[in-house]
C-alpha cells in the first residue's frame, strides 16, 4: 500500500504527526508512507525512519510569481501543476491530509481519483468543504484554542489513520551525544511558536535567579536567529558556565541530542517541547489562555503544565519551584499545575472550573456516547428551550417549503433564525459544542438533488430537535452535582 500523509503545517505539527505514522508502520508494515511538508520545515521529519520519503511541497514557486508586479499566473499554475502531476504518478491508495486546513482540502481534491481512500479535508466535485471522516469532522467542529476539546492532537492524528494511540508510537531512539560537553544542564526554549505564547524575557531573567537559590545545575538556553536578542538580554550578566546561551547556533537536528540528555525541557508551547515528549525527556510546559494545552502539552514522563490565564498571573519564582520540584521528584506545590496521566484526556487539571468540565462531558454525549450532562442550571434550561423553540421555527418553513415548493418566501425567515441560534451560543458558552456539531453537521451536506439536500438539511434539525427534547427531559441538578475532576 502507498499512502501519502499531507502535513503542510509547522514544525511542531510536524512533529505531532511521528506517532501516527508509526501507528501506521506498525498496522501497515510493508506500506510505503510518505509525507509531503513545505520545505521550511522540512527539518522535523529528520530522524522519522518509518517514512518512505520526504516530498517538498514547492511554496514559494507556487506563490511568489503571484506577487510580482506584473502578476506571474502562468508560472504559478506551472509550478502547481507539476507537483500535482507527480504525486499523482505515486498512485497512492490512501491520502491522509492531516494539516486539516481548508485550503489543503483543494490539493487533497485534486490528488484523489475515484478508488483512492481519503482521510482528512478535501472537496467536493462543485467546490464545497469534504470531510469523510468522523475525527476530522470532530477536529472541524470541535478543536482549537477558544473550545473545549481535551484530546490531543498527537492522538487525533492517530485515529485519523485508524489507529488507536500507543505509548510505544512516541518513543525516539537518539544515539547521537549531546553538542554539549556536560554531565547534567536543563534546557530553556526562550521563546514560543507565536509572541502571544511566549514568557518574557524579563520574566525568564527572574526565573533564574530564583532557580539558582535551588539548583547549581546549568541552564542551557536555546531558540531560533529570530529569538537571539531576547536571550541575549535573558543570559545578560549571568556566569556563562552557568547559563549557556546556544539561541541560534544550532541545527534542528541537534535539539534531539541536546534535550535527549537533558535533565529537564522548559518552555512554552513550540516544537522543542514536542521533540521532550518524543525522546521522554521530562517538561514544564509554561502555558497561558493563548494555547489549548490539552491539545498541544508535554507527554514525556514526568511532565507537567504551568497554567496561568496571562503571562501577569504566573509568577517567575513559581516556574521556579515547579521546575526544581520535578527535578526532585517533588509532588506539585502550585494550584495551577496540570500534571499528566496516562490515558485520554492527557492530564489531570485541578485548577479547571466547572463550566470547563461539563462542557467536556457535552463533548463526549455528542461524539463518544457517553452519558449526557445533567443540565445544572436555569441559564443553560433556557438556553435548551430557546434553541428548540428556534429550530421548530425553522422546522415549520421546512413544511412550508414542501406545501409552495418556493425557498424565497421563507429564507429571509431561516436566516434570521440561524442567527438567534449563534447569538444564543454567544450568550451561554456551555451550549457552543452543541452549537458547533448542529452547524457542522449542515455544513458537510454534499452536493446532490435539491430534493436530496433539502431532506439532508431537514434531518440535521430534526436530530437537533431530538436531541435537545431528550436532553431537557433530564432531571435538573445544582451547580454541585457536577464533577470537577476531568477524569469523570
Same mark, same amino acid.
Given at each position: 500500500?502507498?499512502?501519502?500523509?499531507?502535513?503542510?503545517?509547522?514544525?511542531?505539527?510536524?512533529?505531532?504527526?511521528?506517532?501516527?505514522?508509526?501507528?501506521?508502520?506498525?498496522?501497515?508494515?510493508?506500506?510505503?508512507?510518505?509525507?509531503?511538508?513545505?520545505?521550511?520545515?522540512?527539518?522535523?521529519?529528520?530522524?522519522?525512519?518509518?517514512?518512505?520519503?520526504?516530498?517538498?511541497?514547492?511554496?514559494?514557486?507556487?506563490?511568489?510569481?503571484?506577487?510580482?508586479?506584473?502578476?506571474?499566473?502562468?508560472?504559478?499554475?506551472?509550478?502547481?501543476?507539476?507537483?500535482?502531476?507527480?504525486?499523482?504518478?505515486?498512485?497512492?491508495?490512501?491520502?491522509?491530509?492531516?494539516?486539516?486546513?481548508?485550503?489543503?482540502?483543494?490539493?487533497?481534491?485534486?490528488?484523489?481519483?475515484?478508488?483512492?481512500?481519503?482521510?482528512?479535508?478535501?472537496?467536493?466535485?462543485?467546490?464545497?468543504?469534504?470531510?469523510?471522516?468522523?475525527?476530522?469532522?470532530? #477536529?472541524?467542529?470541535?478543536?482549537?484554542?477558544?473550545?473545549?476539546?481535551?484530546?490531543?492532537?498527537?492522538?487525533?492524528?492517530?485515529?485519523?489513520?485508524?489507529?488507536?494511540?500507543?505509548?510505544?508510537?512516541?518513543?525516539?531512539?537518539?544515539?547521537?551525544?549531546?553538542?554539549?560537553?556536560?554531565?547534567?544542564?536543563?534546557?530553556?526554549?526562550?521563546?514560543?511558536?507565536?509572541?502571544?505564547?511566549?514568557?518574557?524575557?524579563?520574566?525568564?531573567?527572574?526565573?533564574?535567579?530564583?532557580?539558582?537559590?535551588?539548583?547549581?545545575?546549568?541552564?542551557?538556553?536555546?531558540?531560533?536567529?529570530?529569538?537571539?536578542?531576547?536571550?541575549?538580554?535573558?543570559?545578560?550578566? #549571568?556566569?556563562?558556565?552557568?547559563?549557556?546561551?546556544?539561541?541560534?547556533?544550532?541545527?534542528?537536528?541537534?535539539?534531539?541530542?541536546?534535550?535527549?540528555?537533558?535533565?529537564?525541557?522548559?518552555?512554552?508551547?513550540?516544537?522543542?517541547?514536542?521533540?521532550?515528549?518524543?525522546?521522554?525527556?521530562?517538561?514544564?510546559?509554561?502555558?497561558?489562555?493563548?494555547?489549548?494545552?490539552?491539545?498541544?502539552?508535554?507527554?514525556?514522563?514526568?511532565?507537567?503544565?504551568?497554567?496561568?490565564?496571562?503571562?501577569?498571573?504566573?509568577?517567575?519564582?513559581?516556574?521556579?519551584?515547579?521546575?526544581?520540584?520535578?527535578?526532585?521528584?517533588?509532588?506539585?506545590?502550585?494550584?495551577?499545575?496540570?500534571?499528566?496521566?496516562?490515558?485520554?484526556?492527557?492530564?489531570?487539571?485541578?485548577?479547571?472550573?466547572?463550566?470547563?468540565?461539563?462542557?467536556?462531558?457535552?463533548?463526549?454525549?455528542?461524539?463518544?456516547?457517553?452519558?449526557?450532562?445533567?443540565?445544572?442550571?436555569?441559564?443553560?434550561?433556557?438556553?435548551?428551550?430557546?434553541?428548540?423553540?428556534?429550530?421548530?421555527?425553522?422546522?415549520?418553513?421546512?413544511?412550508?417549503?414542501?406545501?409552495?415548493?418556493?425557498?424565497?418566501?421563507?429564507?429571509?425567515?431561516?436566516?434570521?433564525?440561524?442567527?438567534?441560534?449563534?447569538?444564543?451560543?454567544?450568550?451561554?458558552?456551555?451550549?457552543?459544542?452543541?452549537?458547533?456539531?448542529?452547524?457542522?453537521?449542515?455544513?458537510?451536506?454534499?452536493?446532490?438533488?435539491?430534493?436530496?439536500?433539502?431532506?439532508?438539511?431537514?434531518?440535521?434539525?430534526?436530530? #437537533?430537535?431530538?436531541?435537545?427534547?431528550?436532553?431537557?427531559?433530564?432531571?435538573?441538578?445544582?451547580?454541585?452535582?457536577?464533577?470537577?475532576?476531568?477524569?469523570?
Amino acid at each position: 500500500m502507498n499512502i501519502l500523509i499531507i502535513q503542510l503545517a509547522r514544525l511542531g505539527d510536524i512533529l505531532l504527526t511521528w506517532p501516527q505514522v508509526r501507528a501506521l508502520k506498525r498496522q501497515y508494515p510493508d506500506a510505503k508512507i510518505d509525507m509531503l511538508v513545505r520545505p521550511k520545515f522540512k527539518t522535523a521529519t529528520e530522524g522519522l525512519s518509518e517514512l518512505n520519503q520526504v516530498i517538498e511541497f514547492p511554496i514559494e514557486n507556487i506563490f511568489e510569481p503571484l506577487l510580482k508586479e506584473p502578476l506571474y499566473v502562468q508560472e504559478s499554475l506551472t509550478s502547481l501543476h507539476q507537483i500535482i502531476t507527480d504525486l499523482k504518478g505515486r498512485t497512492y491508495q490512501w491520502i491522509i491530509n492531516a494539516t486539516l486546513s481548508p485550503a489543503s482540502s483543494y490539493l487533497t481534491f485534486e490528488l484523489q481519483t475515484p478508488e483512492t481512500k481519503i482521510t482528512g479535508y478535501t472537496r467536493t466535485s462543485d467546490g464545497y468543504l469534504n470531510i469523510k471522516d468522523d475525527v476530522s469532522t470532530y #477536529f472541524y467542529a470541535q478543536v482549537g484554542v477558544d473550545r473545549e476539546n481535551r484530546i490531543h492532537l498527537a492522538d487525533l492524528f492517530t485515529m485519523m489513520a485508524e489507529q488507536q494511540p500507543h505509548p510505544d508510537d512516541w518513543k525516539t531512539q537518539v544515539q547521537t551525544p549531546s553538542p554539549l560537553n556536560l554531565e547534567a544542564y536543563i534546557v530553556l526554549h526562550v521563546g514560543a511558536s507565536r509572541d502571544n505564547k511566549k514568557f518574557s524575557p524579563f520574566k525568564w531573567r527572574t526565573f533564574i535567579t530564583h532557580f539558582q537559590k535551588l539548583s547549581s545545575i546549568p541552564i542551557v538556553l536555546i531558540g531560533n536567529s529570530d529569538e537571539t536578542h531576547d536571550a541575549d538580554f535573558i543570559a545578560l550578566g #549571568f556566569n556563562p558556565d552557568q547559563v549557556l546561551n546556544k539561541t541560534g547556533e544550532l541545527n534542528f537536528s541537534d535539539l534531539f541530542p541536546l534535550i535527549a540528555r537533558a535533565a529537564l525541557y522548559i518552555g512554552c508551547d513550540s516544537a522543542p517541547l514536542h521533540i521532550a515528549s518524543l525522546v521522554n525527556t521530562p517538561a514544564l510546559n509554561v502555558s497561558f489562555a493563548t494555547v489549548n494545552f490539552w491539545e498541544t502539552g508535554p507527554r514525556s514522563n514526568g511532565s507537567r503544565v504551568l497554567y496561568a490565564l496571562t503571562e501577569a498571573d504566573l509568577p517567575s519564582e513559581t516556574v521556579a519551584t515547579e521546575a526544581f520540584k520535578i527535578l526532585t521528584q517533588a509532588p506539585a506545590s502550585s494550584e495551577n499545575i496540570i500534571t499528566l496521566v496516562g490515558e485520554s484526556p492527557s492530564y489531570q487539571a485541578p485548577l479547571n472550573t466547572r463550566t470547563q468540565d461539563w462542557s467536556w462531558h457535552l463533548l463526549k454525549a455528542l461524539y463518544m456516547n457517553e452519558p449526557w450532562p445533567k443540565i445544572k442550571n436555569k441559564t443553560i434550561q433556557q438556553g435548551l428551550q430557546n434553541l428548540l423553540e428556534v429550530n421548530q421555527v425553522i422546522l415549520e418553513q421546512f413544511q412550508t417549503i414542501k406545501k409552495t415548493r418556493n425557498v424565497s418566501v421563507v429564507s429571509g425567515i431561516i436566516e434570521r433564525c440561524e442567527e438567534v441560534i449563534e447569538n444564543i451560543g454567544a450568550l451561554i458558552p456551555e451550549l457552543r459544542s452543541l452549537i458547533r456539531w448542529y452547524q457542522t453537521q449542515k455544513a458537510l451536506i454534499g452536493p446532490n438533488s435539491p430534493q436530496m439536500v433539502f431532506e439532508a438539511t431537514e434531518k440535521v434539525h430534526t436530530d #437537533f430537535s431530538a436531541i435537545i427534547q431528550y436532553w431537557l427531559t433530564l432531571e435538573p441538578q445544582p451547580l454541585e452535582g457536577i464533577h470537577e475532576s476531568s477524569q469523570s
